[in-house]
């Protein structure tokens, strides 16, 4: 027999498989995904590498065939589901198929494992007596302690023994030899969850119900399929998600939660484990390698039914997947920035198709892309449009940033906003203050009638670079920055900088008596760090939160009743096709974020652009009205849903090398495009054109159908490698990017 055996060896851009010949002694253990120790190389050194294949035929001269030496025994054993997972990936997003490998590996080595001891008596209590009487009788002082210890309580936990009575191992090994005692061990698992379990009754409102009944109706018939759920912020979209779980584990299945932050995780987890107690888990990025090892270990064993974390929990090694929820699906954390640049949305459903399971995606604001699909029938589409305790929705003030400059306010708080908070901070009610950096990218506006200069080309906002020049990060039009508004005249024009440092120090001056928290990436740097700041909010220790996108979504504080968005304009002229669905999805999340509870919600949107349809729709919480306008837009421009892009982000320390090289890919890529409908724009220079003497250019290919776009890549993948001159460069594919580079 022979294995297929891909070598993990990264660096020499090693990407085949190579075949071995099974020893005798392996016969029968190997299967699809395991990692094993081959010899590799001129020099037969030891390497591990993972089996994609078994055979029975060699395809080379047997001769030549090496012999695989042994089974990896400190790696973690891959389902082989898993391997075909990687490969559509390496297939679907480009890379190595090691790249895929690394990606989808739950879990790279065996972590030593947590081991608990007991020390139990052998004797019955007459028997025991008898002993400790010997024991005191000669003066065996140890002994006799732990005896009397044990006739108390028949079992005793090791570390007790050892630290609070001070008796050694020796001394339990002697009593052990005269079968007094046995010490015992078991393998336990580090569970990073601790909570208390209540189980809920919950009574469902009709769009739940519906909801539930919908995909519960397919489950039971074996259909499989894709249902987004849309529903408006606190329509109880988690509540229908633990339901459809509950049925599925029932039935003996798991389920995999992502949630597109680890600031979401701890409410997120709670909620789940009122429900499934200890059979829930998570992962993510700030557990141990010992927590992470445990999780996948005890998932594996079937011991857990659920999973949640954010996109690398998509690979958890369940034997019998039903559901994977995706939660916040319109995320962009959901997209890796890392090769292979998978979106999880669509490798989840991958995953489900292979595992023959269904998948939920869940928001109040669906991305273009979902709605695009659920509008065409590949996705069902289920609405809830009332909050589940049919709370009304929280009014919604606009306020134009250019008339409080013309009334001599030049304070970040609009008049509006101060005198809600005054109100709020008298009737003992909580107020956030959500700062719009997101996709900050440094735009000129003008601070009189907020005119923000954009691409000619393009329709997306020119950037401002430290040389004086605006750049346009898609085709590369620049341009020099003006002293003077090109629209009005004003001289008011320039870049906003403002941060939640200087606004919390603002809020502190207005409002010395309040108790002000602040949340952003300096104050949740350590482990942790999201749930003490979340958790002093929920108990009311403080009257004002101030931060950063992350504390607007997902987040139930009942007594928040004023939410104010200051500079709703940062993320709407950003250098990014996707500006405007960024800032309507952010400004209606942080408005929801109001009025969750019995009192009225209220919110105020601080812009230089009220009349934008991104801030009227999200002002209105108007979801159809935004899509219809935006998809409009898109299928103008070429942008997806309605087209696919392809990002071809090409890097090199030699500039003259890195165009030429961009020049022969562009010319490459025209010579196929007779072949098939594709438009092919650049090569641009990206937001920073050099990092750390590295230089970058972006090449984009816009094409209708997204396997056109797959053709293409396996082309250019195949004319990188039989060129030597791309060697020094390093090349990645970005399908339909999330960010623009």
């Known amino acids: 027999m022979y294995a297929d055996i891909i070598v993990d060896i990264t660096h020499e851009k090693l990407d085949r498989v190579f075949q071995y010949r099974i020893p005798t002694r392996l016969e029968g253990e190997l299967s699809v995904g395991m990692e094993v120790i081959v010899p590799f190389g001129r020099g037969n050194r030891e390497t591990k ?44 997003y480009g890379g190595t198929m090691i790249q895929s490998l690394k990606t989808v590996l739950p879990i790279k080595q065996k972590e030593n494992a947590k081991v608990k001891k007991r020390v139990r008596l052998l004797l019955d209590e007459e028997e025991g007596k008898k002993k400790l009487d010997f024991y005191l009788e000669k003066n065996q002082k140890a002994r006799a302690r732990l005896l ?59 769009e739940q119900r519906h909801a539930i009944q919908r995909f519960w109706e397919d489950y039971e018939q074996g259909k499989r399929g894709t249902y987004l759920i849309y529903g408006v912020t606190g329509s109880g979209k ?75 929990a998509l690979f ?71 909050r589940s305790g049919m709370q009304d929705m929280a009014e919604v003030y606009t306020v134009d940033l250019r008339e409080e400059l013309k009334n001599g306010n030049r304070s970040i708080l609009s008049i509006k906003l101060q005198e809600l908070m005054a109100d709020r901070l008298e009737k003992k009610e909580q107020i956030m203050l959500f700062l719009n950096r997101r996709g900050y990218a440094g735009f000129i506006s003008c601070r009189e009638c907020g005119h923000v200069i954009k691409c000619p080309h393009c329709d997306v906002s020119l950037s401002s670079h430290k040389n004086g020049k605006m750049v346009c990060h898609y085709c590369g039009f620049e341009e020099p920055k003006p002293s003077v508004c090109p629209e009005c005249g004003s001289r008011h024009i320039g870049e906003f900088r403002a941060g939640t440092q200087q606004i919390e120090e603002i809020v502190k001056t207005l409002f010395p008596q309040a108790r002000v928290l602040r949340m952003d990436m300096d104050t949740t740097r350590q482990k942790d760090g999201h749930e003490k700041i979340l958790s002093a909010f929920a108990n009311e220790e403080a009257d004002i939160l101030v931060g950063t996108q992350m504390i607007v979504k997902g987040h139930d504080f009942p007594n928040v009743t004023l939410v104010g968005v200051l500079a709703a304009d940062m993320s709407l002229y950003s250098d990014d096709y996707r500006a405007g669905e960024r800032t309507f999805q952010l400004l209606t999340q942080a408005v929801g974020r109001a009025g969750r509870g019995t009192k009225k919600g209220e919110a105020v949107i601080q812009t230089y652009s009220p009349e934008h349809y991104g801030i009227v729709t999200a002002a209105e919480q108007d979801y159809e009205a935004f899509y219809e306008e935006e998809i409009r837009y898109r299928e103008l421009m070429g942008y997806p849903p309605a087209e696919n892009l392809l990002a071809v982000l090409v890097s090199c320390e030699d500039e003259p090398l890195l165009e030429k090289g961009c020049r022969y890919l562009k010319e490459y890529a025209l010579r196929f495009r007779k072949d098939a409908q594709m438009d ?42 039989v060129n030597p001159g791309f060697q020094k460069m390093r090349i990645q594919f970005d399908f339909n990017p999330m960010n623009v580079f």
């Not at 012999?67 to 297939?91: C, F, P, Q, T």
């Open 49 to 92: 590498g993972y089996v994609t294949g078994l055979s029975d035929k060699c395809n080379y001269d047997e001769t030549k065939v090496k012999e695989l030496l042994d089974i990896s025994r400190s790696g973690m054993a891959i389902e082989g589901k898993l391997v075909a997972l990687a490969a559509w990936m390496k297939e679907q």
């Open 148 to 206: 009397a210890a044990l006739l108390d309580e028949p079992i005793l936990d090791y570390e007790l023994v050892s630290r609070k009575l001070n008796i050694t191992l020796t001394v339990i090994r002697a009593m052990e030899e005269q079968g007094i005692v046995a010490l015992e061990s078991e393998q336990v698992y580090r569970n990073p969850v601790k909570g208390e379990r209540i189980e809920n009754g919950i009574t469902f409102t009709e």
């Open 238 to 312: 988690t509540e229908v998600y633990i339901e459809m779980i509950r049925r599925v584990a029932e039935q003996g299945k798991q389920a995999i939660v992502l949630i597109p932050e680890i600031a979401l995780t701890y409410q997120t987890v709670m909620r789940f484990y009122r429900n499934f107690g200890d059979r829930v888990s998570i992962m993510n990025s700030r557990l141990s390698a010992g927590e992470r090892y445990d999780q996948m270990m005890r998932a594996k064993e079937g011991k857990i039914d659920v999973m949640i974390g954010p996109r690398s």
């Open 316 to 386: 958890t090694p369940f034997p019998n997947l039903g559901l994977i929820v995706m939660d916040e699906e319109h995320e962009t954390t959901y997209k890796s920035e890392q090769v292979p640049r998978y979106h999880a949305r669509e490798t989840a459903i991958a995953r489900a198709e292979m595992e023959h399971a269904s998948v939920i995606l869940g928001s109040a604001t669906p991305s273009l892309e979902a709605m695009y699909r659920a509008k065409k029938g590949e996705y069902h589409l289920l609405e809830m449009r009332n």
């Open 680 to 721: 092919i724009i650049g090569p641009a220079s990206p937001g920073i054109g050099k990092i750390n003497d590295v230089y970058r250019k972006v090449l984009y290919l816009k094409a209708e159908r997204y396997d056109t776009l797959i053709r293409m890549k396996n082309y250019m993948e195949q004319y990188i490698e």
